[in-house]
């Protein structure tokens, strides 16, 4: 175990004081006077001059399946967790700013003089710290993960502010606000967008028998949102997620009439399967899916970080394995720990080419990096998104086993042919 821990917990939280146990940033959910006297007191002092309260929502991810895995004992491990967090959240947030764990899930952060935008920075480093630091924590941590949001609250009712209940109830009555507000804006544009499939070829072989699935965005079109951009709840994601999904099994199902036998990658965003409100909805998804899709069909899990701990992947993807033949981690060029994500029905490890049109000798450098850093492994190396003859040229050379995109061969609007190139 890191040795910055003791027992699973920082070693830093483990001190205790006086001025720790006095903390004027920390609003405490038991105790209801001090909550609203405090709470009161953040309002006033920041004038509520704005039309809305800034309040991130750093969300843990991953309990539900400790309490499977741990039973009884999973109540220490989620207190190392928030010791942790909490510790990290201090670390992060102004003296402007309050805060306060609301249930066991779930801690909120009240700023009271970031913008949005200031906001979502701090939250989200909040976020990646606190998933760094579990992955050394031990004892189930690397289950766990967090996911960070900022949303207005409004201020029309002072006195939706004055309890935890209260609290709580309106950052999650903001929160679905927003997620409704960007998947509507999914829903409203989906017969806009259309579903493409890349042939993936197989380099040895010199064939075809597997397509990539994408949705596609014609120019001229104009959806109300950015599918290239993060969005802020994680719902356009997710509903596209689920979109493309849907339409990859019927693709499979039309494959299957017409006797095409090649497999079809189907992308999904980590957060969508992180979250479980999200992973839920996706799961109702694959529970429809044809039973094709046990044999044929692979998840390529995008957005994926490089030190994503192995524990979280494994509960993740043994909710969805029942449904798919299996997995494809995207990663970055800097990515080394292959190895270390056996057993998890993960197939391949991908890398996304699209940034690579014009290969210098840098990014040929990386390619092979990558290549030798991940030798020696069951599972293949895929390059997808490679625009130009050239990218697909160098991912060839430093011996990708799987290439992808226009300089392989144009997307086409039906999938499952094979056939040699």
């Known amino acids: 175990m890191d040795d910055r821990y003791q027992d699973g917990i920082p070693r830093e939280t483990r001190k205790t004081g006086f001025l720790q146990s006095f903390d004027r940033q920390k609003l405490d959910p038991s105790d209801p006077t001090d909550f609203s006297s405090k709470l009161l007191s953040f309002v006033r002092q920041n004038k509520v001059a704005a039309d809305a309260l800034i309040a991130g929502n750093v969300q843990m991810l991953g309990f539900e399946a400790l309490k499977e895995r741990f039973g009884e004992q999973w109540h220490g491990i989620k207190d190392k967790v928030h010791l942790l967090t909490e510790g990290i959240i201090k670390k992060h947030i102004t003296a402007d700013d309050v805060y306060c764990l609301v249930n066991e899930e779930r801690f909120i952060v009240l700023f009271g003089k970031a913008t949005k935008e200031q906001a979502n920075k701090t939250a989200h480093a909040i976020g990646r710290e606190v998933n760094a630091r579990l992955s050394g924590a031990g004892a189930g941590g690397d289950a766990v993960s967090v996911r960070p949001m900022v949303f207005e609250v409004p201020r029309d009712d002072p006195v939706a502010l004055k309890s935890p ?30 579903m493409r499939f890349w042939p993936v070829a197989n380099v040895r072989k010199r064939l ?75 799961l109702e998804v694959c529970k429809l899916l044809p039973r094709i899709a046990e044999k044929r069909m692979f998840l390529m899990v995008r957005g994926l970080s490089d030190d994503v701990p192995q524990g979280r992947l494994h509960t993740l993807f043994s909710y969805l394995a029942p449904y798919v033949a299996g997995f494809i981690g995207d990663f970055s060029l800097a990515f080394k720990r292959a190895e270390k994500l056996g057993g998890l029905k993960m197939v391949a490890i ?16 990386a390619l092979k990096g990558f290549m030798q850093a991940n030798k020696g492994i069951r599972m293949r190396r895929y390059f997808y998104g490679a625009a130009t003859f050239e990218a697909a040229t160098a991912a060839r050379r430093a011996q990708f086993d799987y290439v992808q995109g226009a300089g392989v061969a144009p997307a086409m609007p039906v999938a499952g042919k094979v056939f040699s190139v």
């Not at 080419?353 to 014009?358: E, I, S, V, Y």
């Open 165 to 194: 209940a209260a609290l709580e109830e309106t950052v999650e009555e903001a929160q679905k606000r927003a997620q409704a507000a960007e998947a509507a804006k999914v829903e409203a544009a989906k017969d806009k967008m259309r």
């Open 208 to 282: 075809v028998s597997c397509y990539h699935a994408e949705l596609h965005v014609p120019d001229a079109a104009e959806l109300g949102f950015d599918p290239d951009e993060p969005s802020d709840t994680g719902a356009v994601e997710a509903t596209i997620d689920g979109m493309v999904l849907q339409r990859a099994g019927a693709a499979l199902v039309d494959a299957a009439a017409q006797k095409w036998r090649a497999l079809l990658v189907v992308p999904v965003h980590y957060d969508t399967l992180a979250a479980k409100g999200y992973r839920t909805q996706y």
């Open 350 to 365: 991908g890398i996304d080419g699209h940034a690579m049109a014009n290969p210098t000798p840098a990014d040929i450098t």
